[in-house]
T-cell receptor, first 117, second 114 residues
Framework: AQSVTQPDIHITVSEGASLELRCNYSYGATPYLFWYVQSPGQGLQLLLKYFSGDTLVQGIKGFEAEFKRSQSSFNLRKPSVHWSDAAEYFCAVGALYSGGGADGLTFGKGTHLIIQP | DARVTQTPRHKVTEMGQEVTMRCQPI?????VFWYRQTMMQGLELLAYFRNRAPLDDSGMPKDRFSAEMPDATLATLKIQPSEPRDSAVYFCASGPGQSQSEQYFGPGTRLTVT
């Protein structure tokens, strides 16, 4: 069975500082990996995704993530955070359905990002 | 700007009552997912459909939950009878079912069972 671990429940970062959110996955085949962001009371917005190819993927809002197969990791990074980045961040893994597209996703428990002024 | 819509956005009901949540996927998407979010369990996949056929509902409590797609524009999740432990936010997501495609999430239905 697939699983996702986000080891940091909370992270506090000063505005303007760099950010790295950790994600480790367990999956028996080639994983499809995603990062979503959720603001309070809102749905989930996709930040970026990895299916294949270049292991460094760029997303929206200045985020990027690097897929490292040897470490089973897909960490999310941002060089300089803004107060508006405060939110809950979820890493997810999915399988490829044989007919195309991803199956249902398995999510990590999330990392709550706090931005200090 | 195409979006997944969910109704109602909030629902408060008493234990034992039937609850029906509705989802309208993005037009043209052939895959629909139901997730539940709680503080304790986080986000869990309940069920999903492709071309209106159920593919996987292993995450759903079978005795009280049921999910259907009466047509391509409507997915429903029903709980009967509801229990306090069903209190959660229920998300619907849809996807185009193509290779390397992602899921688009609706705003969720916040269910409170008293």
């Amino acid at each position: 069975a697939q699983s996702v671990t986000q080891p940091d429940i909370h992270i506090t970062v000063s505005e303007g500082a760099s950010l790295e959110l950790r994600c480790n996955y367990s999956y028996g085949a080639t994983p499809y990996l995603f990062w979503y962001v959720q603001s309070p009371g809102q749905g989930l917005q996709l930040l970026l995704k990895y299916f294949s190819g270049d292991t460094l993927v760029q997303g929206i809002k200045g985020f990027e993530a690097e897929f490292k197969r040897s470490q089973s990791s897909f960490n999310l990074r941002k060089p300089s955070v803004h107060w508006s980045d405060a939110a809950e961040y979820f890493c997810a893994v999915g399988a490829l359905y044989s007919g195309g597209g991803a199956d249902g996703l398995t999510f990590g428990k999330g990392t709550h990002l706090i931005i200090q002024p | 700007d195409a979006r997944v819509t969910q109704t109602p956005r909030h629902k408060v009901t008493e234990m034992g009552q039937e609850v029906t949540m509705r989802c309208q996927p993005i037009l043209g998407h052939n895959t629909v997912f139901w997730y539940r979010q709680t503080m304790m369990q986080g986000l869990e996949l309940l069920a999903y459909f492709r071309n209106r056929a159920p593919l996987d509902d292993s995450g759903m409590p079978k005795d009280r939950f049921s999910a259907e797609m009466p047509d391509a524009t409507l997915a429903t999740l029903k709980i009967q009878p509801s229990e306090p432990r069903d209190s959660a936010v229920y998300f619907c997501a849809s996807g185009p079912g193509q290779s390397q495609s992602e899921q688009y999430f609706g705003p969720g239905t916040r269910l409170t069972v008293t």
